[in-house]
């Protein structure tokens, strides 16, 4: 048994990690937050981890050998971006370098900006995390690919997970996870708070569809081929 998580954030990646280890405590587990934290080891050393939770995305599947048993969580793409403002407003824990932008400003101003903080945490994170990764670097190395060509990039790659989930039915993905392993069906944690206080005032239609139109359509797409699974 090895699993491996692409956390997209706000999605409930938090929660199914929790379960996943609780199930197997003996497992050597692993949660990478950053791609530096990846760079530093070997691929020898990646590969004695058990279950890993990785928020630089699928890129990490490159350096896995064997069979791995791929999860990743999606949500509706306009939510996950209210979530993701409210947390780097409210949540000192959360070290972005978005939070400035999103601290000082208000949610219709956070997203009218364009500056790479923002784009990293706000722009089509979804279709990007599942593509291989939201950072910066990455995406200027598909700079001159066009909105449709990342679009099925992206989508090509969500077919090689073994198991999509969204954040609305989590816990249907969870039985969905412990009947293929052959544990029993336990309790999923709620670690994370995932309905927040949303800001009150409305942000510019050209924004909203700036920072989520691809992400609509992945989880559109996702949402008909593994909505109904289970």
């Not at 824990?93 to 945490?121: D, G, W």
């Not at 609509?216 to 593994?226: N, Q, T």
């Amino acid at each position: 048994m090895r699993i491996v998580l692409t956390h997209i954030p706000r999605t409930g990646g938090t929660s199914l990690f929790r379960a996943l280890r609780d199930q197997v405590p003996e497992a050597n587990a692993i949660e990478f937050q950053y791609m530096g934290q990846v760079a530093t080891i070997s691929d020898k050393e990646l590969n004695r981890y058990e279950i890993i939770s990785t928020y630089i995305g699928s890129r990490i599947f490159d350096r896995l050998d064997g069979s791995w048993t791929k999860i990743v969580i999606l949500r509706d793409p306009i939510t996950r971006l209210k979530s993701s403002y409210w947390n780097l407003r409210n949540n000192s824990e959360c070290i972005s370098f978005a939070t400035p932008f999103a601290k000082s400003r208000s949610f219709a101003a956070y997203l009218a900006s364009r500056e790479q903080p923002v784009i990293v945490q706000a722009t089509n994170v979804q279709v990007w995390s599942v593509l291989g990764e939201k950072g910066i670097f990455f995406r200027r190395k598909h700079a001159h690919l066009g909105d449709n060509e990342i679009f099925k990039l992206s989508l090509d790659r969500l077919a090689t997970y073994d198991f999509v989930g969204f954040t609305e039915h989590l816990d249907e993905l969870w039985r969905r996870v412990c009947e293929y392993l052959r544990w029993p069906v336990t309790q999923l944690p709620r670690l994370r708070r995932s309905s927040v206080p949303y800001p009150g005032e409305e942000a510019a239609p050209e924004d909203v569809s700036f920072h989520t139109s691809l992400d609509c359509e992945l989880v559109r797409r996702a949402l008909i081929v593994h909505g109904t699974e289970g």
